[in-house]
């Protein structure tokens, strides 16, 4: 929201805690201050999501910001809804123990689920338009490619192909002639 990240695992409190986006000399990207979860089983993976849906941006039916600090359903019960311009980004990794560095573990698959808010149709396709330009270039074979024209581009800089890997899009776009423009 804002261009400001949020971490949905981290309850609610009155002060924010900062999240800045990084990057070591080997490629990797992450989130600074961010809770990781170790799920070992569909129920476990279940359980997270119910955690962040129930932590997702509210607005107030009179157009007010809210983080809720107890389960969202007091608040939907009470006209508020979601907030149509909060991207959801959610990274699935598997790491595997790399017994030959002590302490080391490699990472063998990740999976990014990005849910873009419908809300700003300029926001959200300025957002797909970064994407498409990254895209674009890595198919061109670029030297250059444009990873930090938009923070999802960046977070997803690991998740896209490099080399000799596999990539699979999932998109789900409204037909309706209403959302065209979108």
């Not at 910001?65 to 959610?90: K, M, N, T, W």
């Not at 300025?126 to 960046?154: C, M, Q, W």
Request: hydrophobic fraction near 40%; include cysteine.
């Amino acid at each position: 929201l804002n261009n400001k990240f949020r971490d949905l695992l981290q309850p609610p409190s009155e002060v924010p805690v900062s999240h800045e986006l990084h990057r070591d000399g080997e490629g990797n990207v992450w989130v600074s201050n961010i809770v990781g979860v170790e799920v070992k089983c569909a129920d476990d993976f279940l359980r997270v999501a119910d955690i962040c849906r129930g932590r997702q941006s509210l607005v107030s039916s009179k157009g007010k910001y809210i983080i809720p600090f107890r389960e969202s359903e007091a608040y939907l019960s009470r006209g508020c809804v979601v907030h149509p311009d909060a991207h959801v980004v959610l990274t699935a990794q598997l790491d595997i123990d790399n017994q030959s560095v002590p302490g080391g573990s490699n990472v063998l698959s990740r999976l990014t689920f990005v849910h873009l808010a419908p809300g700003s149709a300029v926001a959200t396709q300025a957002t797909l338009t970064g994407v498409g330009d990254v895209l674009e270039n890595l198919a061109a074979g670029n030297s250059f490619i444009p990873y930090r024209h938009a923070k999802l581009t960046r977070m997803l800089e690991p998740s896209l192909p490099r080399g000799n890997v596999d990539i699979g899009m999932i998109l789900s776009v409204s037909t309706s002639s209403e959302d065209v423009i979108e």
